[in-house]
């Protein structure tokens, strides 16, 4: 295929999953749920739907191996200009709020959604199934599921309480600051994770090295865009600074990921770095941009995963993945807010909320995945966590607040007064 038809059928093929990303977004609105579970759902069935309808070697000819891989690198970078803006807005986020319940809910939310983490990674190493099990080290594979089940969807969680009205609320200030620090230590593991997966000391010193060097760029990067002459040209000319800035973080952290180090993990400390003020529209516009090519990420995910044979998955993997998933971020962010003094009901939104995850799970799912460190099967086990508990927070929400118009007592009283 010339250069003139590749380049052709990917924009066709690109406007057709941009338009299966609206469809999607669209059916999810009168459900009640966030558009990027509409997106996930579709975009990931639509290429085995696709495969099973029209044949293999038919949809192949649609879609052959050279638009395919375009479609994955447009995929990558439009994660990585998401992710900047999704650490920028965490980034932003936490400077916005501090307080005694924040931080223990934080604390709720991590430590036991880790120990269920462990839990689950503690189950499949027993079972010893090497197809779900995978070849990682131990150490890398028991990290990676905790980060796994302990991570919250920061940017799904902001609109589910925009669309709630909830943003302004004691529940979605403290739920909202504690899913940004839940999350920047589970970007912490997670490079840990990765580092360790080498399994040797060389592999790990090269891993700690690349991650030296990201976050020398990022601190680097932060204070450039602090300087006068930064602060005028994103004020005067946001554009090309946007393109510009873009740029160079595709360049940089790509650079990265050929090297070893998953280019999301590099996005995350690069808009952590990057300071609030006048580069935040050019972030934004950077945000907007990566969150309009995503769904091409779940069509290739869908593409990679549920077209390979599922039948080394134990349907034991997903209930466990699930239910150990909901135990730890509901039972441990609901107490958490109850030791800093909040209501039951105000208590149980928190611990709902903090179990959103979304967009962000799948990123992190897709460095396991890609680094090596989750097998197919654990993969997609984790994704179905991942929808399923996001799903359900709507619903969850809408209980509670039924049970509290209709009256239902709280159990006890709150324990303390602090409401930050």
Same mark, same amino acid.
């Given at each position: 295929?010339t250069?003139?038809l590749?380049?052709?059928?990917?924009a066709?093929t690109?406007?057709?999953?941009?338009?299966?990303?609206?469809?999607?977004?669209a059916v999810?609105r009168p459900?009640?749920?966030?558009?990027?579970i509409?997106?996930t759902?579709?975009g990931?069935?639509?290429?085995?739907?696709a495969?099973?309808?029209l044949?293999a070697d038919?949809?192949?000819?649609?879609l052959?191996d050279?638009v395919?891989?375009?479609l994955r690198?447009i995929?990558?970078?439009?994660?990585v200009?998401y992710?900047?803006?999704?650490a920028?807005h965490m980034?932003?986020t936490?400077?916005r709020?501090?307080g005694?319940?924040?931080?223990l809910?934080a604390?709720?939310?991590?430590?036991p959604?880790l120990?269920?983490?462990?839990?689950?990674?503690?189950w499949?190493l027993?079972?010893?199934?090497p197809?779900?099990?995978?070849?990682a080290p131990?150490a890398?594979?028991?990290?990676m599921v905790?980060?796994?089940?302990?991570?919250?969807a920061?940017?799904?969680? +902001?609109?589910?309480?925009?669309?709630r #009205?909830?943003?302004?609320?004691?529940?979605?200030?403290i &739920?909202? /600051?504690? $899913? @940004?620090?839940?999350d920047a230590v589970c970007w912490l593991?997670?490079?840990?994770a990765v580092?360790?997966?080498s399994?040797?000391?060389n592999g790990?010193?090269?891993?700690?090295?690349l991650?030296?060097g990201?976050?020398?760029?990022?601190?680097?990067?932060?204070?450039?865009l602090?300087t006068?002459?930064?602060?005028?040209v994103?004020a005067?000319?946001p554009?090309?600074?946007?393109?510009?800035?873009?740029?160079?973080i595709?360049?940089?952290?790509?650079?990265g990921e050929?090297?070893?180090l998953?280019?999301?993990i590099s996005?995350?400390?690069?808009?952590?770095?990057?300071?609030?003020g006048?580069?935040?529209?050019?972030?934004?516009?950077?945000?907007?941009?990566?969150r309009?090519?995503?769904?091409?990420?779940f069509?290739v995910?869908?593409l +990679?995963?549920?077209?390979t044979?599922l #039948?080394?998955t134990?349907w034991?993997?997903?209930?466990? &993945?699930? /239910?150990l $998933? @909901?135990?730890?971020?509901?039972a441990g962010?609901?107490l958490?807010?109850r030791?800093?003094g909040?209501?039951?009901a105000?208590?149980a939104?928190?611990g709902v909320?903090?179990n959103?995850?979304?967009l962000t799970?799948l990123i992190?799912?897709?460095?396991?995945?890609?680094?090596?460190?989750l097998t197919?099967?654990?993969?997609l086990?984790?994704?179905?966590?991942?929808v399923?508990?996001?799903?359900?927070t709507?619903p969850?929400?809408m209980l509670?607040?039924?049970?509290?118009?209709?009256?239902?007592?709280?159990?006890r009283?709150a324990l303390g007064?602090?409401t930050?």
């Open positions: 295929m250069v003139l590749t380049i052709g059928h990917t066709v690109l406007g057709v999953v941009l338009l299966i990303g609206a469809l999607g977004r999810a459900l009640r749920q966030p558009g990027v509409g997106e759902v579709l990931l069935l639509v290429g085995p739907l495969v099973a309808l044949g038919t949809f192949h000819l649609l052959p050279d395919r891989d375009v690198q995929a990558t970078g439009s994660l200009l992710l900047v803006g999704v920028h980034r932003h936490a400077g709020s501090r005694r319940t924040t931080g809910v604390v709720g939310a991590l430590l959604a120990a269920a983490g462990f839990l689950l990674a503690g499949v027993v079972e010893g199934d197809a779900v099990r995978g070849s131990t890398a594979f028991v990290l905790a980060t796994s089940l302990a991570i919250t920061v940017p799904v969680m +902001a609109r589910i309480l925009a669309e #009205g909830m943003t302004g609320t004691p529940a979605g200030r &739920a909202l /600051v504690s $899913a @940004v620090v839940t593991v997670l490079s840990v580092a360790l997966h399994g040797n000391l790990f010193l090269q891993s700690i090295g991650l030296s990201i976050g020398l760029f990022a601190v680097v990067t932060g204070r450039v602090r006068a002459v930064a602060r005028r994103c005067r000319a554009k090309t600074a946007a393109v510009t800035l873009g740029a160079v595709l360049a940089v952290t790509l650079s050929r090297l070893g998953p280019a999301m996005a995350a400390a690069i808009g952590l770095a990057v300071p609030t006048e580069p935040a529209p050019v972030v934004g516009t950077l945000h907007r941009v990566g309009l090519f995503v769904p091409t990420f069509v995910t869908g +990679a995963v549920l077209t044979d #039948g080394a134990p034991a993997l997903f209930a466990i &993945a699930t /239910v $998933a @909901v135990g730890g971020k509901v962010g609901y958490g807010a030791l800093g909040q209501s039951p105000t208590a939104r928190i909320l903090m959103t995850r979304g799970e992190v799912l897709q460095v396991g995945y890609g680094t090596g460190i197919t099967p654990m993969f086990a984790l994704i179905v966590m991942a399923v508990t996001t799903m359900a709507g969850l929400l509670i607040d039924h049970r509290e118009i209709a009256g239902v007592p709280p159990s009283p007064s602090d930050r």
